[in-house]
């Protein structure tokens, strides 16, 4: 047996997925020099470029880095996937989960009111027990001073959107998927899927371990989260519901309720301004809700209402067993049939 290709001559699935997510980082930073330096340039002319020795954030707004970083992020998530699924994969981008049918988007739809949901639960419950007070309402945040509300309020919103998109097609669509296949012939599709599942909650999870004021709890709650934005996908094969919950859950965690979200203060504007006075252990402090066990509590019950909405949706309950399938072989064109037969 071969330790880079498999016997269809595909490179095997860990080196696939180094290879995805390490084409990902570096695009996605490229992308996001080119767009700073670009903004830049549109901004304030080509003599800006003689004060690039100073800070960025001294050049350019926090809220324009912002928007700027998420938009390269969920281009180079889409270009790096697509392209892996052609060239490595031998998948269509659709494969990944985006059947985007009328389905989906009810699914879609689905994720989003139910991250909403989550959230407000959340906030409500600190809310009853004193754990926070409300002390401002529709008010600018992150160097959004003076813009207008309804305009600075899209820069988060657009900001999540993206973050939705690329978090979910790398790690969830690209990631679990090929994790999946790779764990396949070990341990059987059901149980690879699972497997997956698990590693890719688990990566994601670390891949915070290292946001400002994390925690052990907060990366364990990461973790969860994982396993919380996966169970859609392991369930469906789509990235509907994952996609909605994902953008939702951060959207209204800092934009609507005014948290930080992984450690990070909300930016553009809040429709609510809080202060907390709770015990950190369950509010989370500093890090935001993700960081406590008001989370920890809500993850089992997002769990629960998701498998319920898919079972209501599908008839079913079940692993997707596709997700651990390889893709089927090509079938030859009209030429080589021919070449094949004559030779």
């Not at 697509?82 to 009810?106: C, I, T, Y």
């Not at 689905?110 to 809310?127: D, E, N, R």
């Not at 509590?297 to 498998?307: E, K, R, T």
Request: glycine share 12%; hydrophobic share 50%.
């Amino acid at each position: 047996m071969h330790p880079v290709t498999d016997e269809s001559g595909r490179l095997r699935a860990p080196w696939r997925l180094l290879v995805q997510y390490l084409s990902y980082r570096v695009v996605a930073a490229l992308l996001v020099n080119l767009g700073v330096v670009s903004w830049l340039l549109v901004r304030s002319g080509p003599g800006v470029l003689t004060s690039w020795g100073r800070s960025v954030s001294d050049l350019i707004g926090y809220s324009e880095i912002f928007l700027i970083s998420n938009l390269a992020s969920v281009a180079a998530a889409l270009l790096t996937v697509w392209l892996a699924g052609r060239l490595l994969d031998r998948r269509s981008f659709r494969d990944f989960g985006f059947r985007l049918d009328a389905g989906w988007w009810l699914d879609l739809f689905f994720g989003m009111v139910l991250g909403a949901l989550l959230m407000t639960g959340i906030f409500l419950t600190q809310l009853v027990l004193g754990w926070a007070k409300v002390t401002g309402s529709f008010e600018a945040a992150g160097g959004s001073a003076g813009a207008p509300f309804a305009l600075a309020i899209l820069l988060p919103l657009a900001a999540f959107v993206c973050v939705g998109v690329a978090e979910e097609t790398v790690f969830r669509g690209y990631g679990l998927r090929n994790a999946a296949e790779g764990l396949g012939s070990i341990l059987g599709p059901r149980v690879a899927v699972l497997a997956a599942w698990g590693l890719t909650s688990l990566f994601f999870g670390m891949l915070h371990a290292f946001n400002p004021n994390a925690t052990v709890l907060s990366t364990v709650n990461i973790v969860l989260a994982g396993v919380l934005l996966g169970i859609g996908y392991v369930l469906t094969g789509q990235l509907a519901i994952p996609i909605g919950l994902h953008v939702t859950w951060n959207f209204f965690q800092g934009n609507v309720f005014g948290f930080p979200v992984s450690g990070l203060e909300p930016v553009g504007a809040v429709f609510l301004s809080i202060g907390q006075d709770g015990p950190v252990i369950w509010t989370g402090g500093a890090f935001g809700p993700e960081g406590g066990l008001l989370v920890t509590a809500a993850i089992p019950a997002g769990c629960l209402l998701i498998s319920a909405w898919v079972r209501l949706r599908y008839g079913r309950l079940d692993i997707h067993i596709p997700l651990a399938e390889a893709p089927e072989k090509r079938a030859p064109s009209a030429a080589e049939s021919r070449t094949i037969r004559d030779g």
